[in-house]
C-alpha cells in the first residue's frame, strides 16, 4: 500500500520536502558548499526534477530561509503572563535552541556574503528583526513606543543576534548564561536610556515594579549593588 | 603653468582621484544609483577612461570603500591619557561624525543586498571591526582578554554599528546624547557580565577605579542610583 509514495507527490507537497532537505543542508554549510546535486540526491530525486521545483540553488535557498524565518518567528510567541524577565528568558532559551540547530548556515547568513546576501535575504531578514520588535513592543504594553525605547528595543535586538553569533564561534562561554546575560542586557540598555529620559524612566519604573524578588532582574540589581563600591 | 594639469597626472594619482570621487558619490547613495558616467562626469574624465583604472563599478566601489575602511579606522585612534570613559566619548564623537558624513552609503553597506554583499566588502567591514577591536582592547590595557570581556568588547562594537544606523534613519534623537549614551552602555554591558564573573569584575573594578568623579562614568553611576527604589 505504501509504494510509490514518492510519485504520489503533490506540487506543494513535493516543494515543501525539498525545502526541508534544502533547510537541513543549509543549516550546516554555508549555502556556497551545498550543491543541488546534493539536494536531490538528499530529497531521493534527479537534479533535473529538483529544477522543475525551483529555476536554481539561489530560490530553493531563499524558500529555505523562508522557512527558517517563519520557524524563528514563531518562537518569539511567548504568552502574556508572568513577569517580563522570565518570560523573554524563555524567549532567549528558544532563540538559542534555533542559533544552535540551524548554526553554520545562520552564520553564514548573518555574516553576508555573496551567496546570501541579495535584497530577498536581507528583506526576510528584517522581517524576523520586525516581528522580534513588535513582540517586545508588545510584551511591554505600549502600542507606539518613543524614539528613545525603539532604540533600545532594536539595539537590544541586534545584540542578541551578535552574541549569538559569538557563541557559535567557538560556545566558549555556556549558552545558558549568555541568555541569562541578554535578559540583563536588555534592563541595562534600558536603564542608561531611562538615567537621562524621565518617559525611559517610569516605562522602566513600571517593568521593575511588576518583578519578582527572585526574578532575573533582581537577582541582577542584587548582584550589582554588591559590585559598586559603598561610598559611591 | 597649470595648463594640462589632468593630462599629466600619473597612474597612481588618477587611480586616488578617481576613488575620491567615487567615495563621495557611494557617500550619499547607495552603490546601485550610482553610475560610471557620473563618475566619469564628476572627474572630469572620459567612460572609457575610468575603465582604464577599474574594470567595472563593484571593483572602484571596493577601492572607495577600502579608502573608508582606513579613514573610520584613523579615527579610531585615541592617545592612551586620561580617564577611559572620556576617550570613548572622544572616540564616538568622531565615529559619527563619520558616520554623519557617510550616511546614506553607510546605511546601504551595512545593510547589505546585492550591490555591497561582496566577500570583499565583509571582509574590510570585519577589518575595521577588528581595528576597533584591538584600540579597546589596548584601551583597557589587556593583551589577550578573557572570552566574557571579549564578548562585551564585541558586543559593544555592535551596538555602536546599530545605535548609528538606528540614528541615520530620521535622526530623531541627537546624536550627542547617543554618543555619551553609547559610552554608558559599554560600562553597563560589562556591568552585567561582572555581576556573574570574578575576572570581569575585577577589571571593571580597576576602570572605574581610575574615573573621575566628574567624568561620564561617575555621573552614570549617580542616575542610576537616582533612580532605583531605595529599598532594593
Do not use: C
Amino acid at each position: 500500500m505504501t509504494t510509490g509514495v514518492r510519485r504520489r507527490m503533490g506540487v506543494e507537497e513535493r516543494r515543501e520536502q525539498l525545502i526541508s532537505v534544502a533547510l537541513g543542508l543549509f543549516s550546516h554549510r554555508a549555502p556556497e558548499d551545498v550543491s543541488i546535486d546534493e539536494i536531490a540526491e538528499a530529497a531521493g530525486i534527479s537534479r533535473p526534477l529538483v529544477y522543475h521545483y525551483f529555476p536554481g540553488k539561489q530560490s530553493l535557498y531563499e524558500a529555505a530561509l523562508g522557512r527558517a524565518a517563519d520557524e524563528l518567528a514563531a518562537r518569539f510567541v511567548e504568552p502574556r503572563e508572568g513577569p517580563l524577565g522570565e518570560r523573554l528568558l524563555r524567549v532567549m532559551g528558544r532563540f538559542f535552541d534555533f542559533v544552535d540547530e540551524h548554526g553554520p548556515g545562520f552564520s553564514a547568513l548573518m555574516r553576508g556574503g555573496p551567496a546570501v546576501g541579495s535584497s530577498r535575504t536581507s528583506a526576510m531578514i528584517n522581517g524576523v528583526r520586525q516581528s522580534a520588535y513588535e513582540q517586545i513592543v508588545d510584551h511591554l504594553g505600549l502600542t507606539v513606543p518613543a524614539p528613545r525605547m525603539e532604540l533600545v528595543i532594536r539595539s537590544w535586538i541586534s545584540l542578541a543576534e551578535s552574541t549569538a553569533l559569538q557563541w557559535l564561534d567557538g560556545k566558549r562561554i555556556p549558552r545558558a548564561e549568555l541568555e541569562r546575560q541578554l535578559v540583563h542586557d536588555f534592563a541595562a540598555l534600558a536603564a542608561v536610556s531611562a538615567a537621562y529620559d524621565e518617559e525611559m524612566a517610569g516605562t522602566l519604573r513600571a517593568i521593575l515594579a511588576a518583578e519578582p524578588i527572585d526574578g532575573p532582574f533582581a537577582e541582577l540589581a542584587a548582584r550589582l549593588f554588591a559590585l559598586v563600591p559603598t561610598e559611591v
